[in-house]
């Protein structure tokens, strides 16, 4: 009896894991669609909000980024998967820099759900990340973009009217990032 009770308790609290995976999967912003209108706070440290090149002192929108391409990632400093994909993060943010012709066009940032900014520090300090981090400790920025399972990884192409348009939207590694920047290059058009 106790193994019935068991077998139905695990069925039925599937099929709610399957039902909120299935609703932000609709909710997720889709490749093609624009990007919340998010706002994020102008970082404190020169070095991240030269890299941005952004000014003001308040809160910045992604489509103020200087740059034809900006990729989000979406992390939790808890999430055994974020703390495994940083390293290709660092690295795809190291072929970026390196690239004269795509340095200047080509930014990355990171939104930490549910992550304080003394996590989003830990964090970056755990796995010397270069690129600017954000606190979503309200988790509001998490859920307007679909409650997304992390790591998630969004490449927003920044229009020169101030819209922007998603070339990219999944969920997981990036793999190999040589590939992954040849690959958003490619379906970008960026030359």
Do not use: W
């Not at 549910?114 to 010397?128: C, M």
């Not at 990036?174 to 290059?185: A, C, K, R, V, W």
């Amino acid at each position: 009896m106790r193994c019935k009770i068991i077998f139905l308790l695990t069925f039925f609290l599937s099929f709610a894991f399957l039902d909120r995976n299935v609703h932000a999967a609709e909710s997720t912003p889709p490749k093609g669609g624009d990007f919340p209108e998010i706002s994020l706070p102008v970082p404190q440290k020169a070095a991240e909000k030269e890299y941005l090149v952004l000014s003001g002192k308040d809160s910045f929108k992604i489509s103020q980024i200087k740059a034809d391409l900006v990729i989000v990632e979406i992390f939790s400093m808890y999430c055994p998967y974020c703390q495994k994909e940083a390293p290709n993060v660092n690295e795809l943010y190291q072929i970026i820099n390196k690239r004269a012709d795509i340095k200047d066009r080509i930014k990355i940032i990171g939104i930490g759900a549910g992550n304080t900014p003394f996590e989003i520090d830990v964090f970056r300090d755990q796995y010397n990340i270069q690129f600017p981090l954000f606190s979503d400790e309200s988790f509001s920025i998490h859920k307007s973009v679909g409650e997304v399972r992390t790591p998630y990884f969004f490449v927003i192409k920044v229009n020169s009217a101030g819209s922007n348009n998603i070339v990219y939207s999944k969920v997981g590694s990036i793999q190999d990032p040589e590939q992954f920047l040849g690959m958003i290059i490619k379906e970008t058009g960026l030359k």
